[in-house]
């Protein structure tokens, strides 16, 4: 019996009655961490600006160090920032005399600049996270199977990586031996051997940086055509792309060719054969230029030119004395660059021959884009208008903002409006190509250049690729109506 006189009987249930402050709630403080989703395609585009933001403010920092040229001080920052953004974006154009005013420091500076730059930050960070051990992300494979040109699944984008990084560096060791070769004939050992891998990195990845003494660009090589020769061939290897040399070289039969392939190769032959007509058709009788060649000279300087004005930059003729028929031309061609997944420059060959073949495909009325028996599809064609049409609106801007900071010059007469629309799109399509006022330019029309370097770097290749990621298919289409054309 308890001490209230009740008495726990068989059957009986006890019922236990709960304290009033174990019914009180129980708080618990939680920190609640907000998670920002970034869409993949953003990711990637900040990822190669980032990139390459980086690498010129690296570049640019070491270039201000006075052991980087052979002054009293340090360079300054305008002539600093323009110079590793042109190595960088594999452009070219200098405001100073690159083999006078860098030491061999800096000179080797501009070399990792170039070497970077032209397999692009991606590629080479890839290598460096393999190496490293770290595991690669989504959008890390996204951004670089987009900056090889695309067309590579990716669980292989690691493999293909591996085997670009391993091609540049036999086709630029293998270029450089060459050169040394050529070049042990006229420096000493030592000399020669620094002049061949600069220069060989130089033309592989269309950067058009020389260090001869004396010489504007290569206007002193105009009587050796073997030199001009292995430098046009790097040239080539560099703007042609990796997979189009890889499939060359596997398929001999080009009938078996990709699609890519082909068009690729056409274009750049296409583009060859008018780049030489232009300077036969404006140049040949120029004095200033080709008139007082030799036979011989005039048409190695042409074939050399040919190559390397869509791109590399390297000039064996002097293009402030061109006529501006051919002034225009070579604009064109500088705009359209090297193929997708190179080293070079532009809107891309691959771009403008998808464009070329939708107006073949409209004048023969076909209603699908078609060619060699294949379809190229709908969203490709509306990615590659974008490209057009963007960087056409880009670089209007960059030839009126490069116009406006040099007004007084333009008014004086020191330059001509075809000077600064011939240096706006060699720096929009990293060529290097000058007519000889971007060391004449203002510091503001430097920063344009600087800019126009940049943004043409990345811009067609981020536009690409932030089409290439948002791309969806359309679960409905709307009714169609016509619209008058022409």
Not at 105 to 110: I, K, N, P
Request: hydrophobic share 50%.
């Amino acid at each position: 019996m308890s001490t209230n006189g009740w008495r726990h009987r068989l059957g009986d249930r006890i019922v236990r009655r709960p304290r009033q402050r174990e019914l009180m709630p129980v708080r618990i403080k939680t920190h609640h961490r907000r998670r920002r989703l970034v869409p993949a395609s953003t990711s990637a585009l900040f990822s190669l600006a980032i990139g390459f933001a980086a690498l010129i403010t690296t570049g640019t920092a070491l270039l201000m160090l006075p052991a980087a040229n052979t002054g009293s001080t340090g360079a300054s920052f305008v002539t600093a920032l323009f110079t590793a953004t042109s190595a960088t974006c594999v452009t070219g154009l200098v405001v100073v005399e690159t083999g006078a005013y860098w030491t061999g420091f800096g000179q080797a500076v501009l070399a990792v600049l170039m070497l970077s730059g032209g397999l692009g930050i991606m590629t080479a960070g890839l290598v460096v996270l393999m190496a490293v051990g770290r595991r690669i992300t989504l959008n890390q494979r996204l951004v670089v199977r987009e900056s090889m040109g695309g067309g590579t699944s990716l669980g292989g984008v690691l493999q293909v990586g591996r085997v670009i990084i391993f091609f540049a560096a036999v086709v630029q060791i293998a270029g450089a031996i060459v050169l040394f070769a050529r070049l042990s004939f006229d420096f000493p050992a030592l000399e020669a051997a620094g002049l061949a891998a600069f220069h060989a990195i130089s033309a592989f990845n269309n950067a058009g940086f020389t260090i001869f003494q004396d010489s504007a660009s290569l206007s002193a090589f105009q009587s050796q055509q073997l030199f001009l020769l292995i430098t046009a061939v790097l040239i080539v290897l560099g703007a042609i792309s990796y997979p189009v040399v890889a499939e060359f070289m596997r398929r001999r039969r080009p009938n078996r060719w990709a699609l890519d392939t082909r068009l690729v190769l056409i274009g750049t032959v296409g583009l060859w054969a008018l780049a030489a007509l232009s300077l036969l058709a404006f140049e040949l009788d120029n004095p200033a230029t080709l008139g007082g060649l030799s036979w011989v000279d005039k048409i190695g300087s042409v074939l050399f030119q040919s190559v390397t004005a869509r791109t590399a930059g390297f000039s064996s003729i002097d293009f402030s004395q061109t006529r501006a028929g051919n002034d225009f031309f070579f604009m064109l061609l500088m705009f359209v660059g090297g193929a997708s997944g190179s080293a070079a420059g532009g809107i891309k060959v691959n771009t403008a021959m998808v464009l070329l073949v939708a107006g073949l495909a409209s004048i023969r009325g076909r209603s699908r884009v078609e060619v060699f028996g294949r379809e190229i599809p709908y969203p490709q064609l509306t990615r590659a208008l974008a490209v057009v049409l963007l960087a056409l609106a880009a670089l209007f801007f960059f030839i009126m903002a490069l116009a406006a900071t040099e007004s007084s010059q333009l008014a004086a007469g020191s330059f001509s409006f075809t000077d600064v629309m011939f240096e706006a799109t060699s720096a929009f399509g990293t060529t290097g190509l000058s007519r000889g006022i971007t060391a004449d330019l203002s510091s503001p029309g430097k920063l344009v250049v600087t800019l126009a370097m940049y943004v043409g770097r990345l811009g067609p290749l981020t536009i690409a690729l932030g089409l290439a990621l948002r791309e969806r298919r359309a679960v409905y289409r709307l009714a169609q109506e016509q619209v008058r054309i022409g």
